[in-house]
């Protein structure tokens, strides 16, 4: 009986190369996630939440922004509201949020202009003396919590012409 006893040898050695090469790329993937820290556990989920907006007055867009429901947002130093890319709500002192500090279904904002072009922001309703915001006016509310790498656009809006 003669056998080859090379050709059983070789096969044992290509399986172990492949195992070996296998072995080496999981660990430098491993190694790669902690070196390079691809993992997301700075990233924080957004809040789902709901907005919107009412447009009212004889003729002219003041706004009313509210919460329409969704998730309480507890956090509000991560919220920024801004009209035409101002944060009008830090600019005026305005606080969005209600008596526990919290923004919810009991939360609302008012936008309006005075008699020049100055946006005036509001914790209550403004009244006929004020003018409307111009048609394409964007407000937008953006969640960009401080210890997270990651923010979220909550809500956009275009004020719509009441003419």
Request: proline share 1%; charged share 25%.
């Amino acid at each position: 009986m003669d056998r080859d006893l090379g050709a059983e040898r070789g096969q044992s050695e290509v399986i172990g190369v492949v195992l070996l090469v296998g072995i080496v790329v999981l660990l430098a993937g491993l190694a790669g996630l902690f070196i390079f820290d691809l993992s997301d556990n700075n990233l924080e989920k957004a809040p789902q939440t709901n907005f919107e907006v009412d447009q009212y007055g004889d003729n002219t867009s003041q706004v009313r922004l509210y919460h329409d429901g969704g998730d309480v947002i507890t956090d509000t130093d991560a919220i920024t509201v801004t009209v035409d890319g101002n944060d009008e709500l830090a600019e005026h002192g305005v606080n969005f949020s209600n008596a526990d500090g919290e923004i919810d279904s009991q939360t609302d904002v008012f936008f309006s202009k005075n008699g020049s072009s100055d946006i005036i922001a509001s914790e209550s309703t403004l009244n006929g003396s004020y003018g409307g915001l111009d048609a394409g006016t964007e407000i937008r509310i953006v969640w960009n919590p401080e210890d997270a790498d990651n923010s979220a656009i909550l809500f956009e809006y275009e004020v719509e012409s009441r003419s």
